[in-house]
């Protein structure tokens, strides 16, 4: 039977450090303002819950089992999420000094449903509460952070900017609680097997098909959520916990909350369909390539940038469509003589068919490092740092057979889930 992380009582949760801490459950008691008797039996009921043992009790206090070692750390985690969201939301504000200690499970699974269906309606049939009870928990987390967190629109809900703080801390202390579930037992926490991956354009025709092919081997059980995009699109989820990681290109400068593990770099390439008059070039000049038509990336994309760089200084060549849709290039290109700039990861097949080819040489200054992006202290599970490591085994087999363009290789790190 799956545990939901708001199934459990924070309360109890909170007093788990405060054992470990002083090493015994009185002095833990007194920590978190309970009667002994009280905390014992909280514990006790979330042994139950939980179906493992949390502490050892000896003559001179107790000590945290293995299971109650890591629990004590995600949920320590989880609260450090927790009241950065709310503090944050109720910035200003005079509510509650620590609004987060007076939260219960409760109210922040009625508020992330909310958050998520975007109406009390739909709110309600996905938790099973009714919905003044969805009602009366979202406003009870108003007055404890002084600030509206949802404003009507229509027949629906939105966030306002307080409540999208509050519900991104919430949806990671929920996961790093579901985390120390599926380390004390996979069978234990709701999404235990799923790994949901940010997918942005140079990871989709070679790596991540790789790893995943990989992993349904080694883990036929686990459900890989895709969710496809560009890096601004994939950003805010990722920071949210909605997804879990992305891979693609990194950026220069990675904003402070996240972090980069770079795997190979990549060179862009100019493509063509098979047997383009231009293919005969060894290496095409700026004129035989302004010559064509091309397809290229939206305004202010770095694709379209860096064609732009490419025709620095003199009339860029004519452009009769703009699109970030591989797919659609890919169909394009094969029945016409445009020209399009691209990683040769996103048309491996279709050059390996014969199909499309390169023209002419990498592109000069377009290097590009590709890699893995997660949040900045994120602590994989075992399942999710075997995926990564797989990740980086199919980035090792890419650069040294197909991916002749790589022209430097990084480190291998290995991640764990301590890393």
């Known amino acids: 039977m799956s545990v939901n992380p708001f199934d459990l009582n924070l309360r109890h949760l909170r007093s788990l450090s405060a054992i470990v801490t002083r090493g015994s459950m009185s002095a833990g008691a007194d920590a978190v303002s309970l009667s002994q008797p009280a905390l014992t039996q909280g514990l006790a009921k979330l042994e139950r819950q939980l179906g493992v043992r949390l502490f050892d009790r000896r ?53 992330l449903q909310l958050a998520d269906s975007g109406s009390f309606v739909a709110a309600a049939l996905a938790t099973g509460l009714s919905q003044p009870a969805l009602h009366r928990a979202v406003r009870d987390l108003e ?18 900017g307080a409540g999208r703080r509050l519900a991104r801390g919430v949806r990671l202390a929920a996961n790093e609680i579901a985390a120390a579930l599926v380390e004390m037992r996979p069978d234990l926490a ?36 895709i969710v ?49 008059p231009l293919a005969a070039i060894a290496n095409p000049s700026l004129d035989d390539l302004a010559h064509y038509p091309w397809i290229v990336g939206r305004d202010a994309t770095p694709l379209r940038r860096q064609w732009e760089t490419i ?6 060549p004519t452009a009769p469509l703009e699109c970030g849709s591989v797919l659609m290039i890919r169909g394009v290109l094969r ?18 068919a014969r199909v499309l080819q390169r023209i002419g040489p990498p592109v000069a200054d377009s290097v590009r490092n590709i ?22 085994d199919a980035a090792k087999s ?22």
């Open 59 to 111: 003559s001179d206090g107790v000590r945290a089992t293995a299971e109650g070692a890591i629990l004590t750390e995600r949920s320590s985690m989880a609260f450090a999420h927790l009241a950065h969201a709310a503090r944050s939301a109720a910035r200003g504000a005079r509510g509650f000094a620590r609004p987060e200690q007076l939260m219960t499970a409760t109210q922040l699974r009625a508020f």
């Open 143 to 160: 007055q404890l952070s002084a600030i509206a967190l949802i404003e009507r629109r229509g027949r629906g809900v939105a966030l306002t």
């Open 190 to 225: 709701e999404g235990g097997t799923r790994i949901t991956i940010g997918a942005m354009p140079l990871s989709r025709a070679l790596l991540l098909p790789r790893a995943i092919t990989q992993l349904s081997r080694t883990a036929p059980s686990v459900t890989t959520d």
């Open 228 to 276: 496809e995009g560009a890096w601004r699109e994939l950003v805010d989820p990722l920071r949210d916990g909605v997804i879990d990681m992305m891979i693609g290109a990194l950026r220069p400068e990675p904003p402070a909350d996240l972090e980069q593990h770079p795997l190979f770099m990549d060179q862009l390439v100019v493509v063509g369909r098979f047997g383009h």
């Open 311 to 316: 025709f620095a200084g003199r009339p860029l």
């Open 335 to 352: 029945g016409t003589d445009f020209l399009t700039l691209l990683s040769p990861a996103q048309v491996a097949l279709e050059i390996e």
């Open 371 to 392: 890699g893995i992006t997660t949040r900045a202290g994120w602590r994989p599970t075992a399942l999710q740092s075997h995926f990564l490591n797989l990740v980086i």
């Open 398 to 419: 890419s650069t040294l057979s197909e991916n002749e363009y790589v022209i430097e290789q990084s480190d291998w790190p290995r991640l764990s889930p301590s890393a």
